[in-house]
């Protein structure tokens, strides 16, 4: 987070959104993580069209895993 703040201060009326999917952080890991960047400042948002990856949108990977397991 600390490297997303220093690029929206050192750019000047940056602004956007990045997505970070990290599926080994085990906080995060069935979630996106969201920084918007506006007004030279960058803020973590939660996610609420993608939460949770799993079904969401890794409902068929999820379910072939759930079947190999069976």
Do not use: T
């Amino acid at each position: 987070m600390g490297v997303f703040r220093d690029a929206a201060k050192a750019v000047n009326g940056s602004y956007g959104i990045i997505y970070l999917h990290d599926d080994s952080d085990k906080e995060h890991f069935n979630e996106f993580q969201v920084f918007v960047f506006k007004h030279s400042e960058c803020s973590k948002v939660r996610d609420k069209m993608l939460l949770p990856c799993i079904p969401v949108i890794e409902a068929e990977i999820y379910n072939k895993n759930i079947q190999k397991e069976k």
